[in-house]
């Protein structure tokens, strides 16, 4: 198996690469996993030519994990058009190839399709509606897929990224944490963190299952995130916690800390579907915040 994983720089790259070993197994016999992890040096999303150059230029895949995107959510309010190459158009055309190639392709999308007014968890199913220029991109990546692949994807979509690598809001807290006595967090906006590490695990568990691996399954959205909800003022409370930081945190609106794009007001999402069809382990957020800022204070020690 020929797996690609794209966005190796990124911080669920480099989470899938942390749990990649060479002896990973995916089927039953005993036939060893190429994994290939790629960044925008080898393959740039932000042309069709680039996209076209790399994929003539290798063997084919048997899996396409596509990782990158434009996520840089402030900014995407100016630069509309790159990021709706990287996190649509590419994406069609990511589709395309895999179809070619007879690849499964499993792409990560987000939380702000939704534009947060509801007010009970969100399903699959429910109705999109993204609020800022990232969300309606990524919603676009999501039906060009799906349009081009029916058949042989996934679409997983993920909430409040963050790890030990890159920039994140945990890392951010801990770093103003240390400069800071006082700090006032957003309390109105509320969802599900998400460890990078746990859902690299069960993006790994789902190449690994039957299920997936059925050739002319139709392509199906399914949500991942932590378990447990909390707003960022919570979320940066309990970050001071686990890291022993004596900085106050103070809660404040929205509306008293505004940003060029638009933020969803809640959302949280059902993870019912993902964990029934795969299996996939599914922790609570913190539980898996505790385990991701050990491994930050271990690294620099
Ligand atoms: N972060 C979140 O809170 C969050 C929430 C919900 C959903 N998601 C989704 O989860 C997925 C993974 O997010 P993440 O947090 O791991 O993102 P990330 O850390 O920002 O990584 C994204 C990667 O995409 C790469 N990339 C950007 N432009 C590219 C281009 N033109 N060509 C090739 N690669 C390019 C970046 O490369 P460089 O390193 O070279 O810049 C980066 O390594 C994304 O689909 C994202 O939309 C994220």
Known sequence: MRILVTGKNGQLGRSIHKLVNTDTKIDNNQSSNEFIFVGREELDLSSEGGISHYFDNNDKFDIIINCAAYTQVDKAEQEVELANQINHLAVKQLASIASKQQARLIHISTDYVFDGEGDKPYMEIDKTNPIN???????????????VMPMNAIIIRTSWLYSEYGNNFVKTMLKLGKERDELNVVSDQIGSPTYATDLAGAILEIIKNKEFREEGRATQVYHYSNEGEISWYEFAQEIFKIAKIDCKVGPITTQQYPTPAKRPRNTIMSTGKIAETFSVNIPDWGSSLNTCIALLYKKKS
């Open 133 to 147: 220029v990232y969300g309606k991109t990524k919603l676009a990546g999501e039906k060009a897929l799906q349009a």
